[in-house]
T-cell receptor
Framework: NAGVTQTPKFQVLKTGQSMTLQCAQD?????MSWYRQDPGMGLRLIHY???????DQGEVPNGYNVSRSTTEDFPLRLLSAAPSQTSVYFC????????????FGPGTRLTVL | TQLLEQSPQFLSIQEGENLTVYCNSS?????LQWYRQEPGEGPVLLVT?????EVKKLKRLTFQFGDARKDSSLHITAAQPGDTGLYLC?????????????FGAGTQVVVTP
């Protein structure tokens, strides 16, 4: 099993550009989530999904869109990047029976100039 | 505002010493997780504690969950350089927050040979 995979590993954007961060898992987990990690602030939940076709907002959803068309994939879209979105982004997955025991991907380091 | 407060923020010790990391909150959690994160990687789950007063041991790591399920501690005995990393506590299960995991800001532990 590859576990949770994320692409790209690094990305530099200019303000106003759009992009999609990819996340995939091969563990048949129902639950998937996106976090951002900023210095001194731990991980903050952006969006999460409890299954294909079902998504909900986390703590910091503004500026980000998600969709979940399959169990395996959970892409995160930035429609118009802003410098405040410079961060490290992590995708995670788990079984619905215990969404707190999450498996994390290796992260995407995003810089918005 | 962080729901989970971790202390200390940074801890530097020598190999063989003991250390304790604390995770405190004013909220009651249905479960609390401890994760360890190494540079350039995603967090990895160490343990889940569920019952108030619970103590779990993982080799040289001892985890305690407070009686009121509001706080937790991680104690490492005879620390080794391989214990170096960012230790994160996370809690879930606050009312109406199923699936919304809250993370502390983390404690950076450095163990020098």
């Amino acid at each position: 099993n590859a576990g949770v995979t994320q692409t790209p590993k690094f990305q530099v954007l200019k303000t106003g550009q759009s992009m999609t961060l990819q996340c995939a898992q091969d563990m048949n987990h129902e639950y998937m989530s996106w976090y951002r990690q900023d210095p001194g602030m731990g991980l903050r939940l952006i969006h999460y999904s409890v299954g294909a076709g079902i998504t909900d907002q986390g703590e910091v959803p503004n500026g980000y869109n998600v969709s979940r068309s399959t169990t395996e994939d959970f892409p995160l879209r930035l429609l118009s990047a802003a410098p405040s979105q410079t961060s490290v982004y992590f995708c995670a997955s788990s079984y619905n029976r215990d969404p707190n025991e999450q498996f994390f991907g290796p992260g995407t380091r995003l810089t918005v100039l | 505002t962080q729901l989970l407060e971790q202390s200390p923020q940074f801890l530097s010790i020598q190999e063989g010493e003991n250390l304790t990391v604390y995770c405190n909150s004013s909220s009651v959690f249905s479960s609390l997780q401890w994760y360890r994160q190494e540079p350039g990687e995603g967090p990895v789950l160490l343990v889940t504690v569920v019952t108030g007063g619970e103590v779990k041991k993982l080799k040289r790591l001892t985890f305690q969950f407070g009686d009121a399920r509001k706080d937790s501690s991680l104690h490492i005995t005879a620390a080794q350089p391989g214990d170096t990393g960012l230790y994160l506590c996370a809690g879930g299960g606050i009312a109406d927050s199923w699936g919304k995991l809250q993370f502390g800001a983390g404690t950076q532990v450095v163990v020098t040979p």
